[in-house]
């Protein structure tokens, strides 16, 4: 009986994470529209067991102060709106390709060129995707 009573805590506790992960995720989309972030998708990495997060979300920006115009806004919205900090956050010096990990979702904003040599869309196609543009 006992592994059911388990099973079920878990379910419940799996819900609130969704949730939690829904708000985080609608809150990095905009903050990326908001910056005129491009190509913005996502991919659902949950049925993939060698995925380090739940979900990718990737953009462009034109231009590196664009790139870092985006990174930050995203960071900065997540922390006001959502109340969560990044556990960690790359590039900003090289100013190319910035990835800022929010454990479970992990933001890759990159120049065209960059994302076009790296090809993570692809690298990743046996996820789900979803185009967030407009």
């Given at each position: 009986?006992?592994?059911?009573?388990?099973?079920?805590?878990?379910?419940?506790?799996?819900?609130?994470?969704?949730?939690?992960?829904?708000?985080?995720?609608?809150?990095?989309?905009?903050?990326?529209?908001?910056?005129?972030?491009?190509?913005?998708?996502?991919?659902?990495?949950?049925?993939?067991?060698?995925?380090?997060?739940?979900?990718?979300?990737?953009?462009?920006?034109?231009?590196?102060?664009q790139?870092?115009?985006?990174?930050?806004?995203?960071?900065e919205?997540?922390?006001?709106?959502?109340?969560?900090?990044?556990?960690?956050?790359?590039?900003?010096?090289?100013?190319?390709?910035?990835?800022?990990?929010?454990?479970?979702?992990?933001?890759?904003?990159?120049?065209?060129?960059?994302?076009?040599?790296?090809?993570l869309?692809?690298?990743?196609?046996?996820?789900?995707?979803?185009?967030?543009n407009?």
């Amino acid at each position: 009986m006992e592994p059911l009573t388990l099973l079920t805590t878990r379910k419940k506790s799996s819900v609130v994470r969704t949730t939690k992960n829904s708000r985080l995720f609608k809150t990095i989309i905009n903050a990326i529209q908001e910056k005129k972030g491009e190509n913005i998708v996502s991919l659902d990495l949950r049925k993939i067991h060698e995925a380090v997060a739940d979900f990718f979300i990737i953009c462009e920006a034109s231009n590196p102060q664009q790139l870092r115009a985006i990174g930050e806004f995203i960071q900065e919205d997540v922390k006001i709106q959502c109340g969560e900090v990044a556990y960690k956050h790359e590039g900003y010096q090289a100013l190319q390709w910035v990835l800022i990990d929010f454990v479970n979702i992990v933001v890759h904003v990159m120049l065209p060129d960059v994302r076009k040599f790296y090809n993570l869309d692809e690298m990743w196609s046996d996820a789900e995707s979803q185009e967030h543009n407009g």
